[in-house]
């Protein structure tokens, strides 16, 4: 009888055991399945972004950035022409053009300045308009003809100047108008989802600061360029008026003095700035 009752137990307690370890997994399952529907919204979103991250069109996220966009396109069209202006115009052979004084001293010389008026008026430059105006006042001595020379190349110096003005107007409004695009962008997406059904949904919000900082992105990147081109044409404004003075000096104090050897400066360069 003990003998009996002992297998049977024996298979009562192995039965419970599975019974146990089936229950367990039942709930090891059902754990799994709620953490994998939790995440999986998350998992959908992350899939999304990425999705829509590999399809980013800049294009499509510049004309969706509202009036400050139109505003920094004008400004960098603006950037465009003023550069290609100057970059013809603003040359050495329209300021100091090589050559022209050694084809002006002859005729000095020789005092045919009838010829010379002619040379100097088919040649467009601020140095033929300087010596120009020598050779028309060379009655007037050395001290009435030294300064009008002088302030005649700055105010040709200062007229280049003022035409690249605009870069420097440029340089300091494109990234203001961004910012302001940023604000006004901001402003529009917490707008969006405090009056939607979006305000669990981050993409909504991201999407709305995207969309705002494309504006921003786009001032600076008319304005460093801007920047750039302004401080390049200031620094080639210097170096052409140091080089009209160091020639316009050299060419009147030959002329008026006899001697190579300035005895004062024209200050053209301080003129000009």
Known sequence: MGKTCAPRSLEWMQHLQGAHRRRRSHHHLKYSMRKLYSIAPLAALAAHNIAHGADFNIIAQVADGGGAIVVTLGLSILFLAVT?????????LHVVPDGLIERVKPLWAAQEFVKLQQLLTDHDSTLARVIAYVVAHRHLGYAIVNSGAGEIASIELRHHQQKAYALAIVATVAPIVGLLGTVIGMIEAFHMIAFSEGMGN????????????????CGLCVALPALAMHHFFKNRQAFFGLALE????????????????????????????
């Open 246 to 273: 160091k020639k316009i000096n050299s060419l009147i104090h030959e002329w008026f003095l006899g001697t190579n050897v300035p005895p004062q400066s024209l200050h053209v360069v301080s003129h000009a700035n």
């Open 202 to 217: 981050p993409a909504l919000l991201a999407g709305g600061i995207s969309k705002a900082l494309i504006n921003t992105a």
């Open 84 to 92: 290609i202006e100057r970059l013809v115009n603003f040359r050495a």
